[in-house]
């Protein structure tokens, strides 16, 4: 099942065309802050996850608009009587879309994350950096899609795709963004799914606003190894919970 | 499969979509008529199992449909062809089914891919098995629709309206297929076109404003009709007495076929029905029982 969710996803025109215009987007925009800059010296850990944390900026809102419509088109395409007319459960049907949907929504950033890693691993003539490439991505993006695609996948359900797309990205650039010194938001908490934490720790110095004083203190501790295992947990376990949600509205929905 | 139902009432909002229900049935082809908004396709999901009904009770092998464990044991035999279904455009009619095949619990790869073929040999796709669904025109889906319905060989096979929007050949087709299907198995076959439970049922039951008002043999609906159905052919105004199944022009006239209990013409002879003149005759007879009550 997984691999079937994987197929369709990732055969999606609009998932690539998007990812690969966001990305040249971001690569050109990046500014002198940006990993294309960083001193010739810079560890190959530094350099996989500042672009690891560049991704993380601003494409993971593709991830979330494509993923938006993979459990209500079901209703639009005319096959959800058909899947609850088959024995498996909700539960089952959800995670499996979950995780193959998820997994090709993943790809194309994984690739820009490995297309990144081989060129700074070739200019900077250091292959370490294309061997972090897998981790800083498993550590920054990873645990951030997961939390947006549960979100993206389920929030639909109850509101609809268009009016969750346009809350999303309103919530991305609140969430993440927005510094908490100007307004009190979750940017710079533990729960901050562009990754602050994991690419604080990995750069050693603050990413973005992880730790930085605001709204919700409790949220904010200071970015180290064990805060960023606990952003990365936070991220995963919160994310659990519109999948369940979704496997009850879709149970009750099946016999309603 | 037995399926028994009891005074099934279903209910959406202040709308009574089903008005207590009762029906029983065995193995074979079974065809259940109305004309649409009858009742027919809320009556089907609920022996799907993808709708509770607001009373009453509904047995399927045994296994009753208001608990879980009965709805999940009867899903475990079912095929179910739903009315409109819709298939994933980005994938092919093997990937489809192979799909729905796992969902259906069918774990075993090699047994899996090998009755996915055999299936798409008998509705004839098998040409086309590696082509996307979003080229397939609406006959191909709806043979793709009753593949993934049979695989896993199931007890029980609920076809909601199958041949809608089917060019003739494709109807005869799908019906040609049906005819052959029932086996050991029940099937439940839903339509509003009469042709299709002429063509494939012995037994047939009728349900008009959420009720079932007839069951029994599709000899015994076409006898109904006997000594009601006539002929006129004239080249006047169309006969006003009773209701005209069916009028086609010719030189000499046109050639009314009418349901009537009196001669709607001087001229009239009578024939011998078919099943549309009996579920014709059926309806007048529920119309009148329904006005008169």
């Known amino acids: 099942m997984i691999r079937y969710e994987f197929l369709m996803q990732i055969r999606k025109r609009s998932l690539w065309i998007s990812m690969g215009l966001l990305a040249v987007i971001t690569v050109l925009g990046q500014g002198d802050a940006g990993p294309r800059y960083l001193p010739d010296d810079a560890s190959a850990r530094v350099v996989a996850s500042s672009w690891a944390f560049l991704w993380s900026l601003l494409l993971p809102i593709v991830a979330g608009m494509v993923l938006a419509d993979r459990l209500v088109r079901d209703d639009r395409l005319g096959v959800s009587r058909l899947l609850e007319s088959l024995p498996t459960t909700a539960t089952t049907r959800v995670m499996g879309r979950f995780l193959g949907a998820l997994a090709a929504t993943a790809t194309p950033i994984f690739l820009a994350t490995v297309i990144a890693g081989g060129a700074e691993s070739i200019s900077r003539e250091d292959p370490a950096v294309l061997l972090w490439t897998p981790i800083a991505f498993g550590l920054v993006l990873l645990p951030g899609l997961v939390f947006v695609g549960a979100f993206a996948m389920v929030v639909p359900l109850l509101l609809t795709a268009p009016l969750f797309r346009v809350l999303f990205v309103g919530y991305w650039f609140w969430g993440n963004m927005l510094g908490p010194s100007y307004m009190p938001s979750l940017a710079g908490t533990l729960l901050t799914p562009v990754g602050d934490y994991t690419a604080s720790w990995l750069l050693g110095e603050r990413a973005l606003y992880a730790g930085a004083d605001g709204w919700l203190q409790l949220l904010r501790p200071e970015p180290n190894g064990v805060t960023a295992a606990l952003s990365v947990a936070l991220l995963l376990g919160v994310g659990l919970i519109p999948l369940l949600v979704g496997s009850r509205v879709l149970a009750r929905r099946a016999t309603a | ?293």
């Open chain 2, 1 to 293: 499969m037995d399926i028994t139902i009891r005074n099934l009432r279903r209910r959406f909002g202040k709308v009574e979509a089903l008005r207590g229900v009762d029906l029983e049935l065995s193995g074979g082809m079974f065809g259940l008529l109305g004309a649409n908004g009858a009742g027919k396709t809320t009556l089907m999901r609920i022996i799907a199992g993808v709708l509770s009904p607001t009373s009453g009770q509904v047995l399927i092998g045994g296994h009753d449909m208001s608990t879980r464990q009965g709805r999940v044991a009867v899903q475990r035999r079912l095929g179910y062809l739903p009315q409109d279904l819709g298939l994933y455009p980005d994938l092919t009619a093997v990937e489809f089914l192979d799909y729905i095949g796992l969902l259906k619990g069918l774990d075993d790869r090699t047994a899996r891919r090998r009755q996915i073929a055999e299936l798409l040999e008998v509705v004839g796709l098998s040409d086309v098995a590696n082509r996307k669904l979003k080229g397939f025109s609406g006959g191909m889906r709806r043979r793709v629709g009753i593949a993934q319905a049979l695989l896993g060989d199931p007890a029980l096979l609920v076809v909601d309206e199958p041949t809608a929007g089917l060019d003739p050949q494709e109807r005869i087709r799908f019906r040609t297929l049906l005819a052959t299907l029932p086996g050991r198995r029940t099937v439940l076959l839903s339509t509003h076109v009469v042709e299709d439970v002429a063509q494939t049922c012995r037994e047939t039951a009728v349900m008009v404003d959420g009720r079932i008002v007839f069951t029994g043999a599709v000899s015994d609906l076409v006898r109904g009709a006997e000594g009601v159905t006539w002929e006129v052919v004239t080249s006047g105004p169309p006969p006003t007495v009773g209701e005209i199944v069916s009028a086609v022009s010719d030189a000499g006239g046109t050639r009314y076929r009418v349901v009537s209990v009196t001669p709607p013409d001087p001229a009239a002879i009578p024939v011998p029905p078919s099943l549309e003149d009996g579920y014709v005759a059926f309806m007048q007879g529920a119309a009148a029982g329904r006005s008169s009550a």
